[in-house]
């Protein structure tokens, strides 16, 4: 009997070659999913993890040029080990400091192992009476208060620590907004080098002005150096400018020079708004507001200035030790104090919960402190080079006051350690004609390391 038309078709159907583009669609995804799967120990699990935060293997930190004579290099860390003070070594003992020898030029320290978490270092000259503490390479900071003119000018560092090319961009402020200055744009460092920028020469000005530094590529180590110069005799003074990492909305300056003489507040107003900027000052009873306070209106990208030597130098202002600017918005502040022919300068100095240590020169000195974040304590002790323990002191902190704690002559270190608050700090070096002033800085113990697996985002 001969087949009927539908099994005939049924036959056909059944000997039909599978669809290659059907199969290829199924089959390569399941291929692929198995092949992550026994390749990649990590496939399905949670992709994004917290970086962990080890402590330092490597630390570097870059001190200015010598600004005068008796020039000194003291350099501590947490723990002892060994430093690299511009390629050569210094050993850095337990609880003590190494004073290193250098020339006139920016040092870069160096520290690994042991010695890199929490290394700090300090440089300092006696004529002039001048400090400042060696820096990180950060990528942002201001520096508020600098000058261009004739009696008041500017230098700025940059110093690149690595072997390879940097570029920064500096953004001035004046006092009727922005300045635009094309020398201060894209200004190549080439790696192990330095520049110097004189503010007088590229944009001389009476203004007050502000500098806000950007590392665009790479890593430089910023800072300024202040000039005070007298028009008649030739005579000047230098001293260094600390940084502020970022515009906030309290500034709280500690470390006044004794004596008459100017004491210039400049604030800058980073921000697209007017801002409102009102002064206190700080003592060990209480934060005030004298009756003669200025009051200060700032305009956006802008500078302001005012002279408070006639608010400092009050009846009122007898155990003051430090000045505090509250703003409506963020700014960024220093105090310039030209006392006696020397210069000091002021910046907010960073806040701190955790232990934090200070490298000084001999000499006296005293520590001044305040901002505390809630009512504590502070154990403050005081130790030579080899580590011995000079004084040891417990003080109490509030919020609303600021204490000064004398320190031995012989101290080179200082570690200030807080219970219950965090604090803000710095130690006042007095000097035969003048004093320099030190920040406190929040110790940088670990590193952040991001977690990394293999295999494809999800």
Same mark, same amino acid.
């Given at each position: 009997?001969?087949?009927?038309?539908? @099994?005939?078709?049924?036959?056909?159907?059944?000997?039909?070659?599978?669809?290659?583009?059907?199969?290829?669609?199924?089959?390569?995804?399941?291929?692929?999913?198995?092949? *992550?799967?026994?390749?990649?120990?990590? +496939?399905?699990?949670?992709?994004?993890?917290?970086?962990?935060?080890?402590?330092?293997?490597?630390?570097?930190?870059?001190?200015?040029?010598?600004?005068?004579?008796?020039?000194?290099?003291?350099?501590?860390?947490?723990?002892?080990?060994?430093?690299?003070? #511009?390629?050569?070594?210094?050993?850095?003992?337990? =609880?003590?400091? #190494?004073?290193?020898?250098?020339? !006139?030029?920016?040092?870069?320290?160096?520290?690994?192992?042991?010695?890199?978490?929490? *290394?700090?270092?300090?440089?300092?000259?006696?004529?002039?009476?001048?400090?400042?503490?060696?820096?990180?390479?950060?990528?942002?900071?201001?520096?508020?208060?600098?000058?261009?003119?004739? @009696?008041?000018?500017?230098?700025?560092?940059?110093?690149?620590?690595?072997?390879?090319?940097?570029?920064?961009? *500096?953004?001035?402020?004046?006092?009727?907004?922005?300045? %635009?200055?094309?020398?201060?744009?894209?200004?190549?460092?080439?790696? =192990?080098?330095? &520049?110097?920028?004189?503010?007088?020469?590229?944009?001389?000005?009476?203004? #007050?002005?502000?500098?806000?530094?950007?590392?665009?590529?790479? &890593?430089?180590?910023?800072?300024?150096?202040?000039?005070?110069?007298?028009?008649?005799?030739?005579?000047? %003074?230098?001293?260094?400018?600390?940084?502020?990492?970022?515009?906030?909305?309290?500034?709280?300056?500690?470390?006044?020079?004794?004596?008459?003489?100017?004491?210039?507040?400049?604030?800058?107003?980073?921000?697209?708004? /007017?801002?409102?900027?009102?002064?206190?000052?700080?003592?060990?009873? !209480?934060?005030? @507001?004298? %009756?003669?306070?200025?009051?200060?209106?700032?305009?956006? &990208?802008?500078?302001?200035?005012?002279?408070?030597?006639?608010?400092?130098?009050?009846?009122?202002?007898?155990?003051?030790?430090?000045?505090?600017?509250?703003?409506?918005?963020?700014?960024?502040?220093?105090?310039?104090?030209?006392?006696?022919?020397?210069?000091?300068?002021?910046?907010?100095?960073?806040?701190?919960?955790?232990? @934090?240590?200070?490298?000084?020169?001999?000499?006296?000195? %005293?520590?001044?402190?305040?901002?505390?974040?809630?009512?504590?304590?502070?154990?403050?002790?005081?130790?030579?080079?080899?580590?011995? /323990?000079?004084?040891?002191?417990?003080?109490?902190?509030?919020?609303? &006051?600021?204490?000064?704690?004398?320190?031995?002559?012989?101290?080179?270190?200082?570690?200030?350690?807080? /219970?219950?608050?965090? +604090?803000?700090? !710095?130690?006042?070096?007095?000097?035969?004609?003048?004093?320099?002033?030190?920040?406190?800085?929040?110790?940088? *113990?670990?590193?952040?390391?991001?977690?990394?697996?293999?295999?494809?985002?999800?």
């Amino acid at each position: 009997m001969s087949e009927t038309p539908r @099994t005939n078709r049924a036959n056909r159907a059944s000997r039909r070659p599978l669809d290659i583009t059907f199969v290829l669609a199924v089959a390569v995804p399941l291929l692929v999913a198995l092949a *992550l799967f026994l390749t990649n120990p990590g +496939f399905g699990s949670a992709y994004f993890h917290q970086p962990t935060t080890p402590p330092l293997d490597r630390s570097v930190v870059v001190c200015p040029g010598s600004v005068g004579d008796g020039d000194q290099v003291t350099v501590g860390a947490t723990g002892a080990g060994e430093a690299s003070v #511009a390629d050569r070594s210094v050993d850095l003992p337990t =609880h003590g400091a #190494a004073l290193a020898d250098s020339d !006139s030029d920016p040092v870069v320290i160096t520290a690994t192992g042991a010695a890199a978490p929490g *290394l700090v270092a300090t440089r300092s000259s006696t004529s002039p009476v001048a400090a400042s503490a060696c820096i990180t390479p950060r990528a942002d900071q201001w520096f508020t208060g600098v000058g261009a003119g004739p @009696t008041h000018n500017s230098y700025v560092v940059l110093v690149n620590p690595n072997p390879g090319p940097a570029v920064a961009d *500096l953004t001035v402020l004046g006092d009727t907004g922005p300045i %635009d200055v094309p020398a201060l744009r894209g200004i190549a460092v080439p790696g =192990h080098d330095s &520049q110097i920028i004189d503010l007088g020469a590229v944009m001389p000005t009476q203004s #007050a002005l502000a500098l806000h530094a950007v590392v665009e590529r790479g &890593q430089v180590a910023v800072s300024v150096r202040d000039r005070a110069a007298h028009l008649v005799g030739n005579a000047q %003074d230098e001293d260094w400018l600390p940084a502020q990492g970022a515009p906030a909305r309290d500034a709280l300056l500690l470390g006044l020079a004794a004596g008459d003489g100017s004491r210039l507040l400049t604030v800058a107003n980073p921000t697209d708004r /007017e801002i409102t900027a009102s002064v206190r000052l700080v003592s060990a009873n !209480s934060v005030f @507001t004298p %009756d003669d306070a200025p009051t200060l209106d700032i305009g956006p &990208q802008s500078v302001s200035r005012v002279d408070l030597a006639h608010v400092l130098g009050s009846a009122k202002a007898d155990g003051v030790v430090g000045v505090e600017v509250s703003a409506s918005g963020t700014v960024t502040a220093s105090l310039r104090s030209l006392v006696g022919g020397d210069v000091s300068l002021l910046a907010p100095s960073s806040s701190s919960s955790a232990a @934090t240590t200070v490298v000084v020169p001999r000499g006296e000195k %005293d520590l001044v402190v305040g901002g505390a974040g809630a009512v504590g304590a502070l154990t403050v002790v005081a130790r030579d080079a080899s580590g011995k /323990e000079l004084a040891s002191k417990r003080v109490a902190l509030s919020p609303q &006051q600021g204490l000064t704690v004398p320190l031995p002559s012989g101290a080179v270190r200082v570690d200030v350690t807080p /219970e219950r608050t965090s +604090f803000r700090g !710095s130690v006042l070096v007095h000097g035969a004609h003048g004093l320099a002033v030190v920040p406190l800085r929040a110790p940088r *113990l670990t590193s952040r390391v991001p977690f990394v697996k293999p295999g494809l985002p999800r």
